[in-house]
């Protein structure tokens, strides 16, 4: 194993592999988003793929893994946090660099336009209007759902909340309750749900009440709650809840209003090295098969003719109310500074 390929497993954030390539008849016969033309024009742009991305190596690397599988076009895959890939394509973008094809994270689109190119895939007529730029330079290609969770052996079913509201009236989840130090998202779609005044003030009664501890990284806060060490997570990712319940954790997610959607966006890098092979990817991630396979690796998908895990989820979300938030770069530094103004004791 070569030295990045490993630091890329260990989860290096900005390590790069390229992904082996092995023959997979399966995956050729279910590949109904092929086309002859789009890889004859990749061929001729070099066969080559470069993907900046903040999703975790365990579940990307398989999907891509899949296209190389059936395209041969070899996927180099560079990994980091938002912020880090924000800083690094601007860094390249003023010096002129043609360094990414497509970025997919959840800071895509707090991009300048400038550095996005438009386009248009086929399979964007099956995604919802909330899950497309307006200007076309990024879609949602896996839709994050924000919700509490708690741990099954600690919390009875009847203990559970139906309002943000009813959190003060559980006293003995005090000190046992945690929250991730990043959730600015799901503040924001707070806010956005009570009005300002009303959900600051919510919040800091929330967190007067439960003392939430605060953690890093939502796998390891989904971890965390499986193994005991808190009852209740006041907001985390419903994908990463439901991986770690599908895995044997005591653990599950319940829907309080507001549901906060937020999503993985692809966008193509202006001065993509390979833009037409770029359009192709972001097409099969966008086809049914290309959902499919990401759902089966932990992600919501946002078609609704791919069925999600839970296979009720869809049904579940239609009695709940959905607030979706794409944060431009000024309003997720806002929504930062109000959640530590709130979470953060002095």
Known sequence: MTQSRRDLLLGGTAAAAMIPWHHSADAQQSATWRDPTAEAAAKAEGNTLVVYSSINEQEALPVWKIFEETTGIKVQYVRGSDTSLISRVMIEHRAQQRSRDIMLSTGTGRLPPETLSPFEPK?????????????????????????????????????????????????HWSGRTAIDTTDSQWLMGMLLHYGEAKGRKLLTKIRAALKPVLTEGHL???????????????????????????????????????????????????????????????????????????????????????????????????????????????????????????????
Request: cysteine-free; hydrophobic content about 35%; aromatic content about 12%.
């Open 123 to 171: 399979e964007a007529a099956a995604f919802p209007t909330s899950a497309k730029s307006p200007d076309g330079r990024w879609y949602g290609i896996h839709a994050t759902y924000n919700s509490p969770a708690y741990n099954t052996k600690s919390v009875k079913p009847e203990e559970l909340t139906k309002r943000y509201e009813d959190f003060l009236d559980r006293p």
């Open 220 to 346: 390891n806060l989904a971890r965390q709650l499986a193994a005991g060490e808190y009852m209740v997570v006041l907001n985390n990712y419903v994908s990463l809840t439901t991986n770690v319940k599908e895995s044997g954790g005591p653990t599950d997610f319940w829907f309080v209003d507001p549901v906060v959607q937020f999503f993985e966006q692809l966008g193509i890098a202006v001065r993509a090295p390979h833009p037409k092979t770029a359009a192709y990817a972001a097409n099969f991630l966008m086809s049914q098969d290309g959902q499919t396979r990401t759902t089966r690796w932990g992600r919501a998908p946002v078609r609704r003719d791919v069925t999600p895990i839970p296979p009720d989820l869809f049904a579940r979300l239609d009695k709940q109310k959905i607030v979706t938030v794409t944060p431009s770069t000024e309003e997720d530094r806002r929504n930062r500074r109000i959640f530590d103004e709130i979470f953060r004791v002095r």
